[in-house]
């Protein structure tokens, strides 16, 4: 377990709220580098082989959202040069390249965020306001990654018994798709079952239920909690007064690079690199103890 997901769930779920929330709307380019190189520093630090083997979605799409936006828009004043009579400007360019920065660190964002916010941790903090609703996002978050999981191991068992779909004949591949999806899908009802009868041995929908945690809210979370929200508002301030405002079109806007401008990016920075932070504080001790054994 890595050491950030030992903190309580709400100090982990402010964090992304404000990671996820802050990343989606600020588009200045220091903003935006610092957003993806923090991601992608955390899901080294969280997930590192997933992460590389999640690279082959990753820059595909980065720059497939970065060449539609020039093509589809064609504002802005240094032209670069013209396709079918249709400029084609370095505005709409750096655009491009700012919305697939964006979209892909949030995507990350989310990556993190799931091997994280455990469903646990999640019906833990919204059980009590939202029963109904708070099980429902945790099943819908935990769909996907197990059907994954489930397709693989069906593929895999598949292949040991003669029905690999990736060779043979177009009808044998056929054969083999279909005998997959079927097992998949049986699966899933069989599940879906298993889910419904374990809801009801375990009380669900009776009226005054208890609930048993294993969440302690610690000093240390309440130092984190504090931290965040200030690093949080003080960001939001940031965005109030313009300095995370940037303009594309129809010409760049210009980066300040004054002491409060440097102190606001400096905050953001802080407030993105609270996991990093507690993940190197914790391999130091680590290696400290290590060392005295």
């Known amino acids: 377990m890595k050491a950030f997901e030992t903190f309580h769930p709400i100090?982990?779920?402010?964090?992304?709220?404000?990671?996820?929330?802050?990343?989606m709307f600020f588009m200045h380019p220091v903003y935006l580098a610092i957003t993806i190189f923090s991601a992608i520093s955390l899901n080294i630090a969280l997930r590192r082989q997933l992460f590389f083997k999640d690279w082959k979605?990753?820059?595909?799409?980065?720059?497939?959202?970065?060449?539609?936006?020039?093509?589809?828009?064609?504002?802005?004043?240094?032209?670069?040069?013209?396709?079918?009579?249709?400029?084609?400007?370095?505005?709409?360019?750096?655009?491009?390249?700012?919305?697939?920065?964006?979209?892909v660190a949030v995507m990350l964002w989310f990556s993190c965020y799931n091997v994280v916010m455990t469903s646990d941790k999640f019906i833990y903090l919204f059980g009590k306001v939202s029963p109904a609703l708070s099980l429902t996002l945790s099943?819908?978050?935990?769909?996907?990654?197990?059907?994954?999981?489930?397709?693989?191991?069906?593929?895999?068992?598949?292949?040991?018994?003669?029905?690999?779909?990736?060779?043979?004949?177009?009808?044998?591949?056929?054969?083999c798709i279909v005998r997959i999806l079927s097992i998949l899908i049986t699966w899933a009802l069989e599940n879906a079952i298993d889910t419904a009868d374990s809801m009801k041995a375990r009380g669900y929908g009776v009226k005054k239920r208890t609930a048993f945690s294993l969440f302690i809210f610690e000093r240390r979370d309440g130092i984190a909690l504090t931290i965040i929200m200030l690093l949080f508002v003080t960001n939001l301030a940031a965005s109030f007064l313009g300095t995370t405002t940037f303009y594309f079109y129809p010409t760049f806007g210009t980066i300040k690079w004054d002491i409060g401008s440097l102190l606001f990016y400096s905050s953001y920075f802080l407030l993105l690199s609270i996991p990093l932070a507690i993940e190197i504080r914790e391999a130091f001790k680590w290696r400290s103890l290590k060392s005295t054994m």
């Open 57 to 103: 979605l990753y820059v595909p799409l980065f720059f497939l959202m970065a060449i539609i936006n020039p093509l589809i828009s064609h504002n802005g004043q240094l032209v670069l040069l013209y396709i079918n009579g249709n400029a084609l400007t370095v505005e709409a360019i750096m655009y491009g390249l700012a919305i697939a920065t964006m979209i």
């Open 11 to 23: 100090v982990l779920f402010a964090f992304f709220v404000a990671a996820v929330g802050l990343s």
């Open 139 to 175: 099943i819908s978050l935990r769909l996907v990654p197990r059907f994954r999981h489930q397709l693989t191991q069906i593929i895999q068992a598949q292949k040991v018994i003669g029905m690999d779909y990736t060779a043979g004949s177009l009808w044998h591949r056929i054969k």
